[in-house]
């Protein structure tokens, strides 16, 4: 029986998978996004389509994991100094629109389906959540995460998530009396206690652990220790009846201004995309379309008018904060639809006796075919959206803080490059795995990042795709298959590599980096020129003594590239010694 079972769960996920695969490849060739190739995977799988998956509840409350792990993602992005630069498009922004979506929504429920005030707010206040899942990456995928409208649109989000946990607090408060459990009041006082609970244990516990780890260089630890503290902090807030999303948040703000946050990113983002992936599959799977066939004009109608309305509201507020017409419709349309929260906090709903099941399934499949619009309306509206160029040619572009270098390795060499590009007013991104070294550098006051430089996901969370520059100063030359690698998927920075020795120029002369350059070449020639000049030797002739170094070095190179390898030029080095040495 229990071979049985086994066999069921993985033929189960062989066939979400590979509908998921499917799905979302034709659906990201056709640039409708991931999330809706998820939602309709999980249709077609669904006991309404094909019935080839059934248990869609229990999938879901597996995938929610993927919700756990977004929200610590979400926390790992809320650096302090982060959060204090963007705090009144979180707090000022966010919050109005948070407010003004939910009761707007809540009063359209109470006009149109005449439910009582309690269930009302229970449907409205959820549907004015957006979709951070959807949002985001559409928005990575832009290129638009790091402008000003991608910020407004990420601080939002932002609050929204923040907004959870007192969504989740109201909404057992109205339902406390149709069920045994803590009041609403007492709900947020369990929530202080135990933020203020996990932050100490995240101080005391969580940075020593992974300071430990740092020094072992163990990745596998590392992805362990990060699963962990995910789940550990999940299931202290589950215990206490509370959300399982709060405490994986507080989780990632914990260690959020830590040098472990973009090592914390790369381990935790493939469990999180393939979680939030079937979430969104157990979405579709339990999209009732007997609930749609039965009211199709309600449901397709409210989520029409759901649309409109956040839209307006959210393009009003952009306009209040003199954004143009143009950036404040795209926001508008950006955030229209429903959030993959509501489907938690119906749940609760539900469990605390303020809406039916049958009316959960009803507004899910609105905020299921909202998601699902907002491709289409996005496509539909790029030509009203689009800025028009201007009279003298290019169109204005976005205003890049500039995000300018990433320099992976923080020693002697990673040290100058980096503090010279500062200098020079660039914002400058440091990572190293040395943990020894990381130590060092906070103490003289640097901000250095552990991770392993080598891996792309890594550069792609420490933000590789936005910046002009990469900048490998290791010891460890990467090789030319990497360097490759990182050039393609990260086209518009541009490489530079520090050598070790010819060898090491020589392996990477055909690779996409745009210089590579020996760490002792220009050491050496300046001591060499203070040599000249202690023993006696003009300007000039310590000027010419260099450029023909130089010429005779470059010679050498070309040949050596040409033939790949040191010795391609051995017989011209003799003839070269030989001239220096006015032999014949």
């Known amino acids: 029986m229990e071979e049985h079972h086994a066999g069921l769960m993985l033929r189960d996920a062989m066939l979400m998978l590979g509908f998921a695969m499917v799905a979302v490849l034709a659906f990201r060739r056709a640039g409708l996004g991931a999330t809706l190739g998820y939602l309709v995977a999980g249709a077609l799988l669904g006991p309404h389509v094909l019935g080839l998956v059934g248990n869609a509840e229990e999938m879901a409350e597996v995938a929610e994991l993927g919700i756990v792990m977004l929200l610590f993602v979400v926390g790992l992005e809320l650096s302090p100094a982060r959060l204090w630069r963007l705090k009144g498009a979180i707090f000022g922004l966010g919050l109005a629109q948070v407010t003004t979506c ?67 607090t109201i909404v057992a408060a109205l339902g406390s009396g149709a069920e045994d459990g803590p009041s609403g009041w007492m709900l947020g006082v369990l929530t202080l206690v135990a933020v203020v609970g996990l932050v100490a244990a995240g101080r005391l516990l969580i940075r020593p652990l992974f300071s430990l780890i740092g020094t072992l260089g163990e990745r596998e630890l590392f992805i362990v ?76 109608g409210f989520a029409v008018l759901l649309i409109a309305v956040k839209a307006a509201i959210i393009m009003g507020l952009g306009l209040l904060l003199k954004m143009r017409w143009r950036a404040a419709l795209a926001l508008g349309l950006l955030l229209s639809q429903g959030g993959e929260f509501a489907f938690v906090l119906y749940t609760q709903a539900v469990q605390g006796g303020l809406i039916s099941i049958e009316q959960s399934s009803l507004f899910g499949a609105i905020v299921t075919l909202s998601m699902a619009a907002t491709p ?54 440091l990572i190293d795995r040395n943990d020894a070294q990381i130590d060092t550098a906070e103490d003289f006051g640097s901000k250095v990042y552990y991770g392993d430089g080598t891996r792309l996901d890594l550069l ?72 000249l000049e202690n023993v006696g030797l003009s300007e000039r002739e310590i000027d010419e003594a260099e450029t023909t170094y130089r010429e005779n070095d470059r010679k050498r190179m070309d040949l050596q590239i040409e033939g790949g390898d040191i010795y391609a030029a051995k017989e011209m080095t003799r003839q070269q010694q030989r001239a220096l040495r006015g032999e014949s």
């Open 460 to 531: 792609r969370q420490a933000g590789a795709a936005d910046a002009q520059l990469i900048m490998f100063c290791m010891d460890e030359v990467p090789g030319r298959e990497f360097i490759d690698s990182v050039a393609e998927t990260f086209p518009k920075a541009t490489i530079y590599v520090r050598g070790f020795d010819r060898k090491s120029v020589i392996a990477l002369a055909n690779s996409k980096a745009e210089y590579v350059v020996r760490e002792v070449y220009e050491s050496a020639l300046a001591v060499a020129r203070m040599a």
């Open 102 to 168: 939910g009761l707007a929504v809540t009063a359209t429920v109470l006009a149109l389906a005449g439910y009582p005030w309690a269930a009302a707010l229970a449907i409205g206040l959820p549907l004015g959540l957006s979709s951070t899942a959807q949002v985001l990456p559409m928005l990575q995928s832009g290129g638009k995460l790091r402008t000003p409208f991608g910020e407004r649109a990420f601080a939002i989000l932002l609050f929204q998530d923040l907004s959870i946990i007192p969504l989740i």
């Open 376 to 429: 289409f309306l996005m496509i539909a509206t790029r030509k009203i959206r689009q800025e028009p160029k201007r009279e003298g040619g290019e169109r204005e572009g976005p205003h890049d803080e500039g995000a300018g270098a990433l320099v992976v390795g923080f020693g002697r060499f990673g040290q100058t490059v980096a503090q010279t590009l500062l200098a020079g007013g660039l914002s400058v991104t």
């Open 225 to 300: 220790a990060a699963l962990f503290t995910v789940l550990a902090s999940a299931v202290v807030m589950e215990a206490l009846g509370l959300s399982a999303a709060l405490g994986a948040f507080i989780a990632g703000v914990m260690l959020a201004d830590t040098r472990y946050r973009h090592e914390l990113e790369a381990d935790i983002e493939p469990f999180r995309a393939i979680l939030l992936g079937l979430f969104f599959v157990a979405v579709g799977m339990m999209l009732d379309i007997g609930v749609i066939a039965e009211n199709p004009l309600f449901v397709i």
